[in-house]
């Protein structure tokens, strides 16, 4: 079992749904939680940030971590055409080296 | 807003050559990063410098990957023999000390025919 796992996708969802993305993974020290964009051909950009459990928002963005299930979610609200791209969770422990899921492929029809 | 550079953007090379990817971290940041990802897959971390001295290497293919950061501060990452499963994209990314917030280059995608 690999430490994280990701649905590669692809998803497609319409212009303005709710978009959920998720990880899981087995390693209960991951302390630190993101969530990368990565466009074709780019590098990935980090989005969103996280310690521990909790909930954090950003605009159209929430990250959700539940560390009792190791579980871990993003949601994309009134999702738009120019959020199309991979989506990678990442984590790590204190000090450590992040672990990347596989990445899943978003598409949003106009 | 200041980013991580990376050159060249693309590489096309013949198996067995040899290849060098170069990476220039954001100003201040002392820790650098060499990543490869492989198509449908998430970056693997391949070394980690903090300023010029290796941190981590254990996934570096050492028989013919080597990577350096003599001055602390730009670094370059060679593969000799390239071969045909070195085909990938190599990131570079960078952090301040203490940071677990990582920014990334926009990669070097390479082809070994």
């Known amino acids: 079992q690999k430490e994280v796992e990701q649905d590669p996708g692809p998803l497609s969802v319409p212009e303005g749904a709710i978009v959920s993305l998720n990880c899981t993974y087995s390693?209960?020290?991951?302390?630190?939680f993101m969530w990368y964009r990565q466009y074709s051909r780019k590098g990935p950009e980090l989005l969103m940030y996280?310690?521990?459990?909790g909930n954090k928002e950003d605009g159209r963005f929430t990250a959700q971590v539940d560390k009792s299930s190791k579980y871990i979610s993003l949601f994309i609200r009134d999702s738009q055409p120019s959020d199309s791209a991979t989506y990678l969770c990442?984590?790590?422990?204190?000090?450590?080296?992040?672990?990347f899921g596989k990445g899943t492929r978003l598409h949003i029809l106009p | 807003e200041a980013e991580v550079a990376q050159s060249p953007r693309y590489k096309i090379t013949e198996k067995s050559q040899a290849v060098a990817f170069w990476c220039d971290p954001i100003?201040?940041?002392?820790?650098l990063y060499w990543y490869r990802q492989i198509l449908g897959q998430g970056p693997e971390l391949l070394v980690q410098?903090?300023?010029?001295?290796?941190?981590?290497d254990s996934q570096l293919p050492k028989d013919r990957f080597s990577a350096e950061r003599l001055k602390g501060v730009d670094s370059t990452l060679k593969i000799q023999p390239a071969e045909l499963g070195d085909s990938a994209m190599y990131l570079c990314?960078?952090?301040?000390?203490?940071?677990?917030?990582?920014?990334f280059g926009p990669g070097t995608r390479l082809l070994v025919l």
């Open positions: 100003s201040g940041h002392a820790t």
């Open positions: 996280t310690y521990s459990s």
């Open positions: 410098f903090q300023d010029e001295s290796v941190v981590d």
């Open positions: 990442a984590m790590s422990e204190r000090d450590d080296k992040i672990i």
């Open positions: 990314a960078s952090t301040r000390q203490y940071s677990e917030t990582q920014y």
């Open positions: 390693n209960s020290a991951f302390q630190y």
